[in-house]
């Protein structure tokens, strides 16, 4: 007893030296708990108005776990999950024709709420001061009912809308601004909302090409690659990439795709501006000029005719492929210079790679 009583003060008093120690030594925060702590989340959106959208898991260690979400939580995520966004230990899950946002630990994938009102059909969201932004099409054949959600995180409920133009797409926050790119409901936008999160206004309106269907940022520029008009509307243009000067919200310079050529996705890993065309890769170096004439590599070697889901992270380039939109999706792992290095088997439509790092 007097051991065990010895042994207890040595311990208090080297809890008490560690409380004393200065204030000036890093505190170091607990490593997060769960399941899913280091790996990479998947987005399969499924069929539309089949409620069987899943989520799956691909872990650092090389591990896929699939429909994680109805496994943990005993019940299925919804309708067409859209999207996917991290804020601190939370994943907010956009599912579409659900009209409604599963929030989740990020880690353990145990659900927190359910945001179900005030959203109609939903498509991304982005996180600013104590808020998400979520962008609504709500009636696509309605030009004029398109908005952005404003969700309070502190109680996880639609405390505003914000009115935009026509087929607010994908969103995201830099420099405590809220970008909103304008693609379209069954129209075709050709322009970027910049919303300000203090006011929850539109702060101003970025001009870009037709049909702004992906952005990224960095070092202070916004790179908006536009697909331009598809073949089959009344006037096809071909696509274009804007680059945006985010200290004064212009537009620095604009590249042209020659020929009727409809470019999407965007991604920047290691100084580069990764995006499709097709069934191809490009990558163009942040300090070019000129867009890159040739592909880094093409999928079809895989026997996809196009791209469903991308992402460049982490010296690698992973890639959805639908297949047949009812079968189980592929996602394929590359390098930065088109080897293939994994092949998975997924949900139905893996459309976004989302990394819990």
């Not at 170091?28 to 990479?40: H, L, Q, W």
């Not at 049909?211 to 008009?229: D, F, S, T, W």
């Not at 469903?308 to 079968?327: C, H, Q, R, T, W």
């Amino acid at each position: 007893m007097k051991l065990n009583k010895l042994i207890l003060s040595a311990f208090a008093g080297a809890l008490f030296l560690t409380s004393c120690s200065s204030d000036d030594d890093a505190i170091t925060e607990p490593a997060p708990t769960g399941d899913y702590v280091n790996g990479m989340f998947i987005v399969n959106e499924a069929n539309y108005g089949a409620g069987n959208s899943t989520i799956s898991f691909y872990s650092e260690e090389g591990v896929l776990s699939n429909g994680i979400f109805a496994s943990v939580n005993g019940f299925d995520l919804g309708d067409t999950a859209q999207s996917m966004g991290f804020n601190d230990d939370l994943a907010y899950i956009v599912v579409n024709y659900s009209n409604k946002i599963e929030v989740v630990n990020r880690y353990t994938f145990e659900s927190v709420a359910t945001v179900d009102t005030g959203l109609d059909n939903p498509r991304y969201i982005a996180f600013e001061n104590g808020k998400a932004y979520v962008t609504n099409w709500a009636d696509p054949t309605d030009t004029e009912d398109d908005y952005v959600a404003v969700i309070d995180l502190s109680s996880n409920t639609v405390i505003a809308s914000i009115a935009v133009a026509e087929g607010p797409e994908n969103i995201l926050e830099e420099n405590d601004m809220i970008y909103v790119a304008h693609k379209g409901g069954y129209g075709y936008g050709t322009t970027i909302s910049v919303i300000d999160p203090s006011t929850d206004a539109i702060s101003t309106t970025i001009p870009v090409g037709d049909v702004p269907n992906a952005m990224e940022a960095e070092n202070g520029k916004l790179y908006v690659i536009c697909g331009g008009a598809p073949s089959w509307s009344s006037a096809e243009t071909s696509g274009e990439l804007y680059v945006v000067n985010l200290a004064d919200n212009t537009v620095e310079t604009s590249y042209a795709f020659s020929g009727m050529v409809h470019p999407s996705n965007a991604s920047i890993e290691n100084g580069t501006l990764y995006y499709t065309v097709d069934a191809a890769i490009y990558g163009m170096s942040l300090t070019a000029t000129t867009l890159p004439e040739t592909p880094i590599f093409s999928v079809t070697e895989q026997g996809a005719y196009g791209i469903y889901g991308f992402k460049a992270e982490n010296n690698k380039i992973y890639v959805g492929d639908a297949v047949d939109y009812n079968s189980a999706g592929n996602v394929y792992i590359y390098s930065l210079t088109g080897d293939l290095q994994q092949t998975l088997s997924v949900g139905i439509s893996p459309n976004g790679f989302y990394f819990n790092n």
